[in-house]
């Protein structure tokens, strides 16, 4: 959640990769019931699938490729204003972590923790100069290598500790918010990482993350007209790869109590691959759609990825309370169509709303008031002015 340095060096298709990223990581939201659905007897829909099937394992992914992309868009501007990147850039991150926190307190599932965390992996990465070794190492990320440890020990017969993941949010259906909020702090937040690691997300991320590095070096998305029809190409490649893992992952015994070790972890290394490529698929797609007239309808997840930390916060508190039960408790009343089309007629008004929002300001609340945090200066201009701000200012940085 991540955006690029100013108003004069944003890339467009990238706030509209993360404005496309946040809504479809709400859509599996509100098909999850935010956590509480996982609580319940499973009501298995074709509606509820094609999200899964499009937005589940994929849209954080985005996320995460826009992170790193604007990591590189922030350090540029960083540079040429003569300021100390790296401790400005951590603490930028640190202040996330903060953020990311205090939401986890409400929603358990909260992701901005983890990518502040990740994020400081782009520290490191940043000093690989070889583009090659740079992709090389993203590429050893998203081949998931602790799976593939489990899956090696699992063959030579090498036993290892128990692992099964524990994520259950069972607080959301009857408990009240204090105890929402002190489960998610003492038990949710451990739980959390436990599952990033265990299934492989962690390593998803951190791929992403440097692969998004990876392109904004290279100005993949900003020159994206000029490689056409080698996108075009690779495009099909990722599909059939995707439809390929697709058919063997459903190939393999399903996961229970009696699994073993070997079939679960090939089964969940199966799932990671599949959703790297698809996440492939996602990107390239929208880059080929960008490429043509109808990238005027694109063009309107823009100002949505410019607000993207705000809407992502927004969603949590106002459908939580809605959802759970210490609220309304929707969970009980809703089933996944109807969460479907709420979920898509919010994301038409949040389309509008940002599109409306930034015809008079220059940042969402929450894009303002992290700058003002990072900068440690509360009168930082929020209204939009004449004059555009200068390249070296940091404080005009974008993140999310």
Not at 5 to 34: C, K, Q, Y
Not at 292 to 314: D, N, S
Not at 374 to 397: F, H, K, V, Y
Request: glycine fraction near 8%.
């Amino acid at each position: 959640m991540q955006g690029e340095g100013n108003a004069g060096t944003r890339v467009p298709i990238v706030d509209g990769l993360r404005g496309f990223a946040i809504s479809g990581i709400f859509l599996v939201h509100m098909e999850e019931l935010f956590g509480a659905y996982w609580e319940m007897p499973h009501m298995h829909s074709a509606v509820q699938a094609t999200v899964f099937a499009l937005f589940s394992g994929k849209t954080f992914s985005i996320m995460a490729l826009c992170f790193g992309f604007s990591f590189e868009a922030i350090k540029r501007t960083m540079r040429v204003g003569g300021t100390d990147f790296a401790y400005r850039y951590a603490w930028r991150l640190l202040i996330l972590f903060g953020i990311g926190l205090v939401h986890g307190l409400l929603y358990a599932g909260d992701i901005l923790t983890v990518l502040a965390v990740i994020g400081l992996s782009l520290l490191a990465a940043d000093r690989i100069v070889s583009p090659s070794r740079l992709l090389l190492v993203a590429l050893c990320c998203l081949m998931q290598p602790l799976l593939l440890v489990r899956i090696g020990a699992a063959l030579a017969h090498v036993p290892l500790p128990e692992d099964h993941i524990v994520f259950g949010q069972a607080l959301a259906l009857h408990g009240s918010l204090t105890q929402l909020v002190e489960a998610n702090l003492l038990i949710a937040l451990w739980r959390k990482w436990q599952f990033m690691l265990l299934s492989g997300r962690l390593f998803e991320l951190a791929g992403w993350m440097i692969l998004g590095l990876v392109a904004a070096r290279a100005r993949l998305f900003e020159t994206a007209a000029t490689w056409r029809a080698t996108h075009h190409y690779v495009l099909a490649g990722a599909l059939l790869t995707t439809v390929a893992l697709y058919l063997a992952w459903g190939m393999i015994a399903l996961p229970g109590a009696a699994t073993p070790p070997l079939v679960r972890d090939a089964r969940l290394l199966i799932a990671c691959l599949f959703n790297t490529s698809a996440t492939v698929v996602l990107v390239l797609s929208f880059v080929s759609v960008w490429e043509t007239r109808l990238q005027a309808i694109l063009r309107r997840l823009v100002p949505v990825g410019k607000m993207a930390l705000t809407f992502y916060i927004l969603q949590s508190a106002i459908f939580v309370p809605l959802i759970y039960g210490f609220g309304s408790g929707l969970y009980a009343r809703i089933d996944e169509v109807d969460a479907a089309i709420c979920a898509l007629v919010v994301v038409i008004a949040q389309t509008a709303g940002a599109a409306i929002w930034l015809r008079h300001f220059r940042y969402g609340p929450l894009e303002w008031a992290w700058r003002a945090a990072a900068a440690l200066d509360g009168t930082l201009p929020m209204r939009r002015r004449s004059q555009p701000p200068m390249i070296g200012d940091w404080n005009r940085t974008s993140v999310m």
